[in-house]
């Protein structure tokens, strides 16, 4: 899903597409024939709902007393809780409903499309709460209500549809998940979500594919059996319309950290500082992170413009570069390095200093002096960072260079990866090290790794500066910024390579595609808890190149890697 391209879809084909559905469709699972009779609704906004179950697939039902609609519906039931779903018909709009029948409260989803200008096929969705109307009782006190309880869970889900996924929730108001089974799956995907605690066992999970395929899943999950029902309603990549309900059995993958006071219990989504000063939101209103909306899409003579008259090097901060940034090393000063790497490129490299090189082509005679910038991220692994001057697409090389065993891995980044002319494309290159007094061994080269695939770190940039990266498949990773309270907020996420230099070194890097479009790499010493970085791209009105550090704590971890074996005979479960 990551790279695909959803359809924007009008007004007129979104209608004509509801038109022609009449209720959910069945995931393979029988749905829960309702007993005839009727269920008053009240909703702490005003609201009531009145159903009346004419049979096991139609009831009619009314807004505050108005004239019944009737309208066919799917039900699925798991211990007390039953999720209830039907279209408004002729409309764009539909509810979904989770019901405690021992409680008797109520949570319930109202959706809609074209709810967004920019992109109709989004569902949009309202939650309120209440409770069943119950004759002579008076109404419950208790709500269902926003929870950090499930905060940092991961999982994996195996739905009756055939669906494989992994999900992760390291935030109180965002989640990420991997699609096991199809064809482009594997690379993580964020998604604005809602967490609502009906009690200790049950809680309803929701998330929208904005920016993707704009479709709603919203399901009640059971933390006894590592169960769910659920419901999905959207347009899929082929702009059919997907309305259906279903099952799902699973099985808890592991936890992330979470942060916040131990007094806080998630009830509130705390924005900011000010949160409770402020309005609250409108109908159907939430935070959304839209990259597509916050930069702008270049053409190739205005990314050539910025490199020739605004191209800043290792100057001031950005978002990523921080006052926790590694201490620069001078030891490369005055040295001599012949970089080369297997049936690609050979460089020389002089360090005139601590911040000037020159280099060039083995064999050639022409030196090119650039500026660097040097970190020794662990003992004898010397990582630093130039651009390549006149190169077109442009160039950046960062090396990692282990004197100590001779070899060496580049991280070749350029301008333009294929998909748009100003987002970062890399890849890595692996060879040996000439000059530093070791004899590069003939086989032996860093390489990929899957040391990291699982684990999560806070990585604290400076004191208004943190977040959570997990690293959640062999190719990608999320990254989730932390809120004024310190719990989890928005995300987003990346493909990214995972290189092993030894075992206090791990090289990462990471294009943020679909977003910014710049890319990052760094050394991570997990005896340091420290990192080392540079970060590459084209800003608002730049080309930049910055170095970048954090200090990391240890976030917990998901037992994941089983999951992406090709050999995998079929589900867990």
Known sequence: MFFKKFTRLSAEVIDEKLSQCTGPKSGNVSFEALPPGNIDIVFDDGLTLSYAIESGDTLSFSENGGAPVTVRYGALKMEQIVLISHLIPKTRYAYH????????????????????????????????HGYVKREGAAPPEKRHTLTNRVEG???????????????????????????????????????PSDFIRIDDVFFIYSRVECEYSGTLTLEVIDLFHIAKIGVRIGFDEYDNLEYVMYTGRGKI?????????????????????????????????????RPRFLYKDFTKEEVDALIREKLRLFEGKTIMSSYNTMEETDALAGRTLTLKYDDGPAWEYTFVDGRTLKFRPAGSDKWQEEQYRAFEPAKDIFFFSHIVTGSDPFRNLTHAVDVSTALCTCIDAQVGNGRKVWEVGHKALFGVVEGCGVTPPSVRRHGFT????????????????????????????????????????????????????????????????TCNGNQGTMVFNPNLMHDAGFFFGVGD?????????????????????????????GSEL
């Open 97 to 128: 409903v989770a019901i405690d029948m021992r409680t008797g409260l109520v949570t319930a989803f109202e959706t809609w499309f074209c709810g967004f200008e920019h992109d109709l096929r989004e569902v949009h969705r309202h939650i309120r």
């Open 541 to 569: 009105d730049d080309v930049h190149l910055s170095a970048m550090g954090a200090y990391a704590r240890a976030a917990g971890g998901f037992d994941i890697l089983k999951y992406f074996d090709i050999k995998r005979p």
């Open 450 to 513: 899957t040391d990291l695939v699982g684990k999560a770190f806070a990585w604290i940039y400076s004191d208004v500066m943190s977040s959570i990266h997990v690293y959640s498949s062999p190719e990608s990773y999320s990254w989730t910024i932390m809120l004024p309270n310190y719990a989890g907020g928005f995300m987003w996420s990346s493909p990214c390579l995972y290189i092993k230099l030894r075992e206090d070194a791990y090289l990462f890097s990471w294009t943020e595609d």
């Open 153 to 191: 869970k991961g999982f994996y889900w195996k739905d009756s549809t055939g669906y494989e996924t992994l999900t992760f929730y390291p935030s109180v108001m965002w989640s990420s998940f991997i699609e096991l089974n199809t064809p482009d799956g594997g690379l993580t995907v964020t998604a």
């Open 253 to 289: 993958t592991g936890h992330s950290s979470t942060f916040e006071p131990f007094n806080d219990y998630g009830t509130e989504i705390v924005l900011s500082p000010d949160s409770k000063n402020r309005p609250k939101p409108g109908k159907g209103q939430r935070p959304v992170y």
